[in-house]
């Protein structure tokens, strides 16, 4: 895998970045760190807090990374993709955006709207 400073001095001149996922609301771990504990979920969602939490910390210091390879960089257009964002949408709403049916905390079948 090529480092940014690989890429930049290959010529690239846009990079998109995607950050994290809200890793809390991915079906294998809710199975993996499953807790009796009510006080662990997020309320709105059911996804597990601490993970979610982390994944957010995670995507800040990913943000603030971005923004100093701007500086260090002025010609090359580097996009940051919010994919934490764009998931908790459909984990907030899910009737928006498809059917989903899970089985046991895992996705077995979605039909999604476009």
């Avoid at 957010?56 to 964002?85: C, F, K, M, S, W």
Wanted: glycine letters at 10%; a negative charge.
């Amino acid at each position: 895998m090529l480092s940014f400073q690989e890429l930049i001095g290959l010529g690239a001149k846009t990079l998109v970045v995607p950050g994290n996922l809200p890793i809390g609301c991915i079906p294998n771990y809710l199975f993996v760190f499953r807790s009796d504990n009510k006080g662990d979920y997020e309320a709105e969602t059911g996804c597990i807090g601490w993970l979610n939490e982390f994944a957010r910390y995670h995507n800040e210091l990913l943000i603030e990374e971005l923004e100093r390879l701007r500086q260090l960089h002025p010609g090359v257009t580097i996009i940051y993709a919010d994919y934490y964002g764009a998931a908790m949408e459909v984990f907030i709403s899910p009737q928006r955006y498809g059917e989903f049916v899970y089985r046991c905390g895992v996705l077995i079948s979605a039909t999604i709207f476009w």
